[in-house]
């Protein structure tokens, strides 16, 4: 780094007048220009001091950073998946290099675009309209700020940078010979590369942190390295950058403040039964099972965004499955037993509270996955417990899976089942570092930047207050579920067996009601359709605008995105929207007028406990356990 001289009459550094270089000039004008003005140091001493303050404390950070299990290889970390991102697309390259022709090719068509872009650079400079060669997509919120297309600087870098991108994979989907797993791996990897190489993601290029760094002088960088130290500090295994400010939020005041009771517990489990808000209730109660992945909230955020308040207030009596957050005395929980002594045990419970023989049932993603494996269970037993369920982003044939399924393979479960064998449990770090490095763009980029470089602290979110607040997972129970589902297949492909029967997914017969979302990264909309196929009863299923989190927490009053029914072309998901109807807002109305001719008449409301008793308020003890 130059020094500065305090002495000198010139406050503008020479980055400064670099940025102008290609600014049209007024030889008229003597003024600074606007622009310029927006990169004069007020006080470079400060500067240069709060400079070097934060070089310090980063390098610090960093060499703390290096020394954790982020920067070792084993399961599921940065440094294992930057190994395996180098191998792919080193395998590719050397693909490209195999064919002379069609990689002379394709360097003389990226040459030809940069020329492209250098030549409307230079028309810009004289004045000249030019319009850009590229532009980012819609849903690309990394170059909002104007800079990005009003000054010919960051322009050029930002119409660079989408341009080699596409090139790179325009390349990729032209490259010949890649069966479906190695193309779907070096797509995965490419995007992690491209994701991380965006000019947002670098000081010199990025003009809102050089205007905050120069306004600040230098303090957002110094905040920054601050910030990176505090999440070094509370971070468990893997390092966990803050999406939210934890200081905002606490769980029973702000965040799962539907009143409710405790009503019965066991190792796996505690049984919220909610207190009803209306005079009369349905007569059929509904049971809802969350994923065990992440804590039974999301289905309880503030009272404006909970779907158990919604569903309370529409006159049902609510139980929700709240659980465990297992250590390692769980360490031999099997998938087996999450659904006999956990789901069928609460079922039973609800059954003896209500004293209702058939009740209603809603999984939520793996909850749902765990559900539908009991539902093929029970059935083929000849028992039906349930007058109807509802699936939530919830997958039984992992066919289409997606990016997860890039987790899975022979390798990588053999090392993760020796880290998990060690501890009894996998931390809950490790598969929320996995479903960030799905979406780089959304869960990781935005955050280095407005934290690290911008020196701010996070947002108050309660979505992403619950995003962080991860569970871990027993041994026996996730390495079932990543063999068999993921990487076997076995329930799809009826080779499951649960207390000693096996399954077939043709023996469900009753009602079901599905619900995918269309930009799904966990649960893709196209496999959770295809594994509803497999059902052997009726199902309703509804596709909803969004992704997995925010397609299903959609309240009514939002009137956000949309959802699409009744759709008549069922050879796949594609023809299946394209025949269905579209509807503005959320889906819950509709799921709830489908749920009401299910749910029975209207009967007193009842009192949570009133025959198993109640043992705390809700939320209870087990989600509030880190």
Partial sequence: MAAVDSHSDCRAPHFGKFLNAAMPQDSHKTETPSFLSRYLIANPGEFASNLLRAYERSSLALAQLAERPDAKIGPYTPASEFSAATETLTALLRTWLS?????????????????????????????????????????????????????????????????????????????????????????????????????????????????????????????????????????????????????????GRNLATTPGKIVFQNELLQLIQYTPTTDKVRERPLLMIPPWINKYYILDLTSGKSFIKYVVDQGFTVFVVSWVNPDERLAAKTFEDYILEGILEAVRATKQETGIEKINVLGYCVGGTALATGLAYLAQRGEEPFKCCTLLTTQVDFTLAGDLLLFTDDNQLDSLDALMTEKGFLDGSRMANVFNMMRPRDLIWPYVINNYMLGKKPFPFDLLYWNQDSTRMAAANHKFYLREFYNENRLANGEMEVGGIKLDLKKIKLPIFSVAT????????????????????????????????????????????????????????????????????????????????????????????????????????YVKAR
């Fill in 99 to 251: 064919d002379p022709v069609k990689l002379s090719e394709a360097q003389a068509l990226f040459f030809s675009q940069f020329a492209n872009l250098w030549n409307n650079v230079l028309s810009r400079s004289i004045g000249l309209p030019v319009a850009p060669l590229i532009e980012p997509a819609p849903s690309d919120n990394r170059f909002k700020d104007p800079e990005w297309s009003e000054n010919p600087f960051f322009d050029f870098c930002k119409q660079a940078y989408l341009l080699a991108c596409k090139w790179a994979e325009d390349q990729l989907a032209a490259t010949p010979g890649l069966d479906e797993r190695e193309r779907h791996r070096a797509e995965f990897y490419l995007r992690q590369l491209t994701s991380a190489y965006s000019p947002t993601n670098f000081l010199a290029t990025n003009p809102e942190v050089l205007r905050e760094t120069i306004e600040t002088n230098a303090r957002n960088l110094l905040n920054g390295a601050n910030l990176l130290a505090e999440d070094l500090q509370r971070s468990g295994d893997l390092m966990k950058i803050s999406q939210t400010d934890a200081n905002a939020f606490e769980l």
């Fill in 518 to 621: 269309r930009d799904d990264h966990i649960a893709p909309a196209a496999s959770v359709f295809h594994g509803m196929q497999m059902l052997g009863g009726p199902v309703e299923f509804v596709l909803a605008g969004s992704g997995h989190i925010a397609g299903v927490i959609n309240p009514p009053t939002k009137a956000k995105y949309q959802y699409w029914t009744k759709g008549t072309m069922m050879t796949n998901l594609a023809d299946w929207q394209a025949s269905a109807t579209a509807s503005p807002g959320s889906w819950w109305p509709y799921w709830i007028e489908w749920l009401s001719q299910q749910s029975g008449g209207w009967i007193e409301s009842r009192t949570p406990g009133a025959k198993l008793g109640a043992i705390e308020d809700a939320p209870g003890s």
